[in-house]
Every structure is written in structure tokens, then in C-alpha cells.
């Protein structure tokens, strides 16, 4: 820390009895103490499973669709309601800023992630959803991975956002409300047909988004899924 301060002549004012030097002891004390499997490196190891699987001459061949389940589906606040504005585009499940709402901000942050208890549907003034992109559902919170380890060795084998989709969903709705508020089976649905064949990888609740999206097609043969007859919001 003193060496980076110093190349970018970077001050800290004399404070009475606070000594940089133990900060960085300290760091270096927690970091050793972390299980090596949870440790934040980035030495290459990460990339072991794609590599022995480049080895074996395995490449890209059809697009990959990721569909996370609960813990490693981000939500994220639009609200611009004044109460809630300070929640702007900020994760609210997932990431430290979580931690830090529930820890100092627990009853805003509990009024925010609530639903309306009649329509299921979101309350007056406040927006919650999905968070999108592949950065969305690849860590909980930092060293806490769910998705990023396969996403890595996806992309030794040449797998990039050209060929790798995630399809995150609000897992507070019941599935009738997702197609009802998102169109979610809709976009979903656009999304599969759009690629013609897929590789899906689903984790928990995720299983159970695809089978039911499965199943509502199956009904709807050749049909508008949008209206996904048979599925019931379980």
C-alpha cells in the first residue's frame, strides 16, 4: 500500500496512533487465512477445465443459454420514487451492497424487496428487477462464484456474448406474474427459437423455469406462448 501511494504520490495527513504498515499486516494475515478454493486469484489456474477440454479438440458449436437460479439471480432497483432513489441501479440481491443495506439499512431494504401482498406484483413506488449481462449471475459477492468458473472455461472453447446467454428472471414472482409483468416466457421463448438449437444450463430454481416454459410450449404447439396456457404461478 505505501509503494502505490508513493508511485502516485498519494498522501495520507499524520493521524495519531494510525499506522499503515498494520493495515497491511492485517490484510495479509485475513487473506492467508482464506480456504485456498476461495482465494481471489487469477494466476490461470481458472482456466484448467477449458483448456483440457481444447486439448481434447472440443470447440463452440451450438449457443449456450444459462438459466441461474435463486442466490445467483441478481435484482436490482429502478425505482426513482424519492424514498427509494438512493437504490438506483443497485444490486439489492447479490454483491456487498446487499450486505451493507441489510445490515444498516434493513427496513428499507426489506420494504424495497417486498411484494404486494394482494396483487404478488410490485408495490406502489417500487421497481425491483432482474439484473442482465453475464456479470449479472457470475458471483454472489466477490469469492463467493456461482457462474464465472464456467463461463471462463466456456470461453477457452471460444464461447463469448455472441454464442452465451443468460436469461435471469425476478425469483420473487410466481411464473404467471413473470410472463404477466416481464414477459418472460415470451422473451424467452424469442430467444430459443431465434437460435434454433441450444445448450441449457440451469441451476435449481432455474430447472423448474425451463421445464415449465417446456411444458406451456409443448401445450401451445406451434401457438403464442405468450399467453402460456398451463402454467399456473407455482
Not at 490461470?44 to 451450438?62: D, I, K, N, P, Y
Not at 443468460?166 to 404467471?176: G, I, Q
Given at each position: 500500500?505505501s509503494?502505490l501511494m ?9 493521524l495519531?496512533?494510525?499506522?499503515l504498515t498494520?493495515?497491511e499486516?492485517e490484510w ?5 487465512s482464506i480456504p485456498e478454493i476461495?482465494k481471489f ?5 481458472e482456466f484448467?477445465v477449458g483448456e483440457?477440454?481444447?486439448a481434447r479438440?472440443?470447440s463452440?458449436e451450438?449457443p449456450?443459454?444459462?438459466i441461474?437460479?435463486?442466490?445467483s439471480?441478481g ?5 426513482t420514487?424519492?424514498?427509494y432513489?438512493?437504490?438506483?441501479r443497485?444490486?439489492?440481491?447479490g454483491?456487498?451492497?446487499m450486505?451493507?443495506q441489510?445490515t ?11 411484494l404486494?401482498?394482494?396483487?404478488g406484483l410490485?408495490p406502489?413506488?417500487v421497481?425491483?428487477r432482474?439484473?442482465?449481462?453475464i456479470?449479472?449471475a457470475?458471483s ?5 462464484w ?6 471462463e472455461n466456456?470461453?477457452?472453447?471460444n464461447?463469448?456474448t ?7 428472471y425476478?425469483?420473487?414472482l ?5 410472463e ?6 415470451s422473451r424467452?421463448?424469442t430467444t430459443i ?6 445448450i441449457?444450463?440451469c ?6 423455469i425451463l421445464r415449465t ?13 405468450g399467453?402460456l396456457?398451463g402454467v399456473d404461478?407455482?
Amino acid at each position: 500500500m505505501s509503494i502505490l501511494m508513493d508511485q502516485y504520490n498519494v498522501y495520507m495527513p499524520d493521524l495519531p496512533g494510525f499506522d499503515l504498515t498494520r493495515v497491511e499486516t492485517e490484510w495479509s494475515r485475513l487473506r492467508s487465512s482464506i480456504p485456498e478454493i476461495w482465494k481471489f486469484n487469477n494466476d490461470g489456474r481458472e482456466f484448467q477445465v477449458g483448456e483440457a477440454m481444447r486439448a481434447r479438440g472440443l470447440s463452440a458449436e451450438h449457443p449456450v443459454i444459462l438459466i441461474p437460479g435463486v442466490i445467483s439471480t441478481g435484482l436490482e432497483s429502478w425505482s426513482t420514487s424519492p424514498d427509494y432513489r438512493a437504490f438506483f441501479r443497485e444490486k439489492l440481491w447479490g454483491g456487498f451492497n446487499m450486505i451493507s443495506q441489510v445490515t444498516f439499512n434493513k427496513e428499507k431494504w426489506i420494504a424495497a424487496m417486498m411484494l404486494d401482498p394482494v396483487t404478488g406484483l410490485d408495490p406502489p413506488d417500487v421497481k425491483i428487477r432482474a439484473a442482465e449481462g453475464i456479470d449479472a449471475a457470475s458471483s454472489f459477492i466477490q469469492g463467493y462464484w456461482i457462474w464465472s468458473k464456467i463461463v471462463e472455461n466456456l470461453a477457452v472453447v471460444n464461447y463469448d456474448t455472441n454464442n452465451l446467454y443468460l436469461a435471469p428472471y425476478d425469483w420473487r414472482l410466481s411464473y404467471s406474474n413473470l410472463e404477466v409483468r416481464d414477459g418472460y416466457f415470451s422473451r424467452l421463448k424469442t430467444t430459443i427459437e431465434g437460435l434454433k438449437y441450444g445448450i441449457y444450463m440451469c441451476l435449481i430454481c432455474g430447472s423448474n423455469i425451463l421445464r415449465t416454459y417446456s411444458q406451456a410450449a409443448a401445450r401451445k404447439k406451434g401457438g403464442d406462448c405468450g399467453t402460456l396456457n398451463g402454467v399456473d404461478g407455482e
